[in-house]
């Protein structure tokens, strides 16, 4: 129960991200800050913390001599809701979402445990019948939390901080030679001429993404901003800035953050791409994302090969020794570094002029909305005629 509320208190603080034992960008942070998170906006650990309050309550000796036989019945009850809720929640966290959480592996497994015991002792003093009026009252909550996360309310599983203004979707004049962006209110400014970026950098909007390629959450947001170009096919660019989660080449990584195995040589890889190619990048950009995890030397070798099959081995191997890559990799980390602050949150986007987005959206329908509700586009793909605020 103690557990529980520390967890709800993280949970309610929005520092999820740098939980003892666990990633920032993986693990407790996308369970706790995930789908299955919540029941009608009210987190899962506040639940579990009022069962366990309850077995607390019905094991204490005067409330046993009080209530007898029916405080019996409710603590068996209780227990067909602990042990029920942890296989549900073992089969969400292993086998749906493929996450690994040492807080809520310990809970669910406490959770079996007191109901091995609670059960076991009601067969012996209430008998089968006892037991099944109890399975048939836990029955009944368990099925309201499935349906509950099923068709209920979605939590938002991402973080808006910032404000921007409307945007007016005038035509743009031909490209100059430099095409500035600016975001976070002029503190970063990049060109989008000269940078890895998936659209043209003569969009009407440019919005610049730090990720990872081994980052689950990021490879969700890549799906994200593939459906946003498809619906608005002329108005987002995004700039590639990739970030490594690997402490061999990003040493100000966090402590509580592990190190993602290949994250390094898959980002110096995509910036040599696009430094020799970059009509190619947008194809090996997605290869990347395709890459099973975790990366292993055979699946990195198989990414050299296709940055080689788009190009050549010579030009991929003079553009990672280019300067450019680590020069840019190292703007890129510092950039990131500063963004980290608020929140370790994997992926950040940026939303002109000054808007961060942290994390993924859950689904994206849920990251359109709150684009265009950014820049007040209209949903049927028209822009919005508005002044700026």
Not at 184 to 201: E, F
Not at 239 to 261: A, F, G, I, M
């Amino acid at each position: 129960m103690a557990v529980c509320l520390w967890l709800l208190g993280r949970k309610w603080s929005g520092d999820i991200s740098s939980i003892a034992g666990c990633g920032g960008e993986g693990g407790c942070s996308e369970v706790m800050g995930g789908r299955w998170s919540e029941w009608f906006h009210l987190p899962v650990t506040l639940l579990a913390a009022i069962v366990y309050a309850t077995v607390l309550i019905l094991t204490l000796p005067p409330v046993q001599r009080l209530l007898g036989k029916v405080g019996d019945r409710w603590l068996a009850a209780a227990g067909v809701v602990l042990g029920g809720s942890a296989v549900y929640f073992l089969t969400l966290l292993y086998g749906v979402e493929h996450r690994h959480c040492p807080w809520c592996l310990g809970l669910h497994l406490t959770g079996l445990l007191v109901a091995a015991l609670i059960l076991g002792d009601a067969i012996r003093t209430q008998g089968k019948s006892g037991l099944g009026v109890a399975v048939l009252s836990g029955f009944v909550p368990l099925l309201a939390l499935g349906a509950g996360q099923i068709w209920g309310p979605k939590p938002q599983t991402y973080l808006i901080s910032g404000g921007t203004s409307p945007v007016s979707l005038v035509p743009v004049a031909a490209a100059p030679s430099v095409r500035g962006v600016s975001f976070l209110d002029g503190s970063l400014k990049y060109d989008a001429n000269s940078l890895p970026i998936l659209g043209s950098p003569d969009a009407k909007i440019v919005l610049a993404e730090f990720f990872d390629y081994t980052c689950p959450s990021c490879r969700n947001l890549a799906g994200d901003l593939k459906e946003l170009k498809r619906k608005w096919a002329d108005t987002f660019a995004v700039l590639v800035l990739p970030v490594p989660l690997h402490r061999n080449c990003n040493p100000s990584l966090k402590p509580e953050v592990p190190d993602h195995p290949g994250a390094c040589e898959l980002a110096r890889l995509a910036l040599a791409v696009w430094k020799v190619k970059p009509e190619s990048f947008p194809e090996f950009h997605d290869y990347l994302f395709a890459v099973p995890l975790p990366v292993t030397i055979e699946r990195l070798s198989d990414a050299r090969n296709k940055a080689i099959s788009l190009s050549s081995e010579a030009a991929i191997v003079n553009a990672l020794e280019d300067p450019w890559v680590n020069r840019q990799l190292s703007e890129n980390l510092k950039a990131f570094a500063q963004l980290t602050k608020q929140t370790l949150a994997m992926p950040k986007l940026l939303l002109p002029p000054s808007v961060v987005m942290h994390g993924a959206a859950p689904n994206p329908g849920e990251f359109l909305r709150a684009i265009e509700k950014q820049f007040e586009l209209t949903s049927q793909g028209r822009a919005a005629d508005s002044s700026p605020k």
